[in-house]
């Protein structure tokens, strides 16, 4: 059997927005050697977001490009296909976001002998690394319409989320604009002596780096969304290095729990 040239040990089909630059550069950064990654995209429009309307019809226009976008992502036959989106993943609860991965785990195995990671998912085999936290501070991207789905799948899967902030950004190209300082000034905003770790949203926005630095500065966990599902890929794909500058769960958490 021949085997991709550079990714000898995975190849890895990440699904993303078209509108998406962050997922495919940090991916790139957290990468161990033999592992590739194949950015392939939902085409979706550059839309102008400002409004909870509009922010719904961006989620619901994700949602409608996915099916195609996971077929193409399948003709580079990966190992595995990491979705690099997360509000669609979470929106209306862990019982919709449950049925969605299955839907689409379902198309990845029957179309590409393969399975998929999905965000919400991986955030919850994430989190199960760090026992002791059950008090959640959030940050992103979104609108608040956005951030209520958040809190609705955090609660599900029995989280408190104590505060939960987001930039509003003025559309999906635009949350890739959001500088490091604004996006320190909001975990400032959800941070204290309450919260046992931070979770960060919106695969657009840049952070794994932050996140790493913010950890030792907070002597808490600060989960980077993209760090949390390149962590999952690896480790549902036998990858066990520890990856390190990205944060806690890609450095010392070399396994999924059980």
Same mark, same amino acid.
Request: aromatic share 10%.
């Given at each position: 059997?021949?085997?991709?040239?550079?990714?000898?040990?995975?190849?890895?089909?990440?699904?993303?927005?078209?509108?998406?630059?962050?997922?495919? *550069?940090?991916?790139?950064?957290?990468?161990?050697?033999?592992?590739?990654?194949?950015?392939?995209?939902? %085409?979706? $429009?550059?839309?102008?977001? *400002?409004?909870?309307?509009?922010?719904?019809?961006?989620?619901?226009? &994700?949602?409608?490009?996915?099916?195609?976008?996971?077929?193409?992502? +399948?003709?580079?036959? $990966?190992?595995?296909? &990491?979705?690099?989106? =997360?509000?669609?993943?979470?929106?209306?609860?862990?019982?919709?976001?449950?049925?969605?991965?299955?839907?689409?785990?379902?198309?990845?195995?029957? @179309?590409?002998?393969?399975?998929?990671?999905?965000?919400?998912?991986?955030?919850?085999?994430? +989190?199960?690394?760090? $026992?002791?936290?059950?008090? &959640?501070?959030? &940050? =992103?991207?979104?609108?608040?319409?956005?951030?209520?789905?958040? %809190?609705?799948?955090?609660?599900?899967?029995?989280?408190?989320?104590?505060?939960?902030?987001?930039? =509003?950004?003025?559309?999906?190209?635009?949350?890739?604009?959001?500088?490091?300082?604004? *996006?320190?000034? +909001? +975990?400032?905003?959800?941070?204290?002596?309450?919260?046992?770790?931070?979770?960060?949203?919106?695969?657009?926005?840049?952070?794994?780096?932050?996140?790493?630095?913010?950890?030792?500065?907070?002597?808490?966990?600060?989960? @980077?969304?993209?760090?949390?599902?390149?962590?999952?890929?690896?480790? *549902?794909?036998?990858?066990?290095?520890?990856?390190?500058?990205?944060?806690?769960?890609?450095?010392?958490?070399?396994?999924? $729990?059980?």
């Amino acid at each position: 059997m021949s085997i991709d040239y550079y990714g000898y040990r995975k190849k890895f089909a990440v699904l993303v927005p078209s509108t998406n630059t962050a997922v495919e *550069t940090e991916y790139h950064m957290m990468a161990p050697e033999g592992v590739v990654v194949a950015t392939r995209g939902c %085409v979706i $429009p550059p839309f102008k977001v *400002t409004n909870e309307k509009e922010f719904v019809e961006m989620v619901e226009a &994700i949602g409608a490009a996915t099916e195609q976008g996971l077929r193409d992502s +399948l003709t580079c036959r $990966p190992d595995h296909v &990491i979705f690099g989106y =997360s509000a669609e993943t979470f929106w209306d609860g862990k019982d919709r976001s449950d049925r969605e991965f299955h839907r689409y785990n379902n198309i990845a195995k029957d @179309a590409g002998n393969c399975e998929i990671t999905f965000g919400a998912q991986a955030i919850l085999d994430a +989190l199960k690394c760090y $026992p002791k936290a059950r008090r &959640i501070g959030v &940050i =992103s991207p979104y609108m608040p319409v956005g951030d209520d789905n958040v %809190v609705k799948f955090m609660q599900d899967i029995g989280y408190e989320v104590v505060r939960i902030k987001g930039h =509003s950004s003025p559309g999906p190209v635009e949350i890739a604009h959001e500088p490091f300082g604004k *996006t320190r000034a +909001l +975990l400032d905003e959800v941070d204290g002596e309450d919260v046992d770790l931070i979770l960060q949203a919106g695969t657009n926005m840049y952070f794994v780096e932050l996140a790493a630095k913010l950890e030792k500065e907070l002597n808490k966990p600060v989960l @980077a969304i993209n760090a949390v599902t390149f962590w999952h890929a690896l480790r *549902t794909q036998g990858i066990h290095d520890r990856v390190r500058g990205y944060g806690s769960l890609l450095e010392e958490h070399t396994h999924i $729990p059980e």
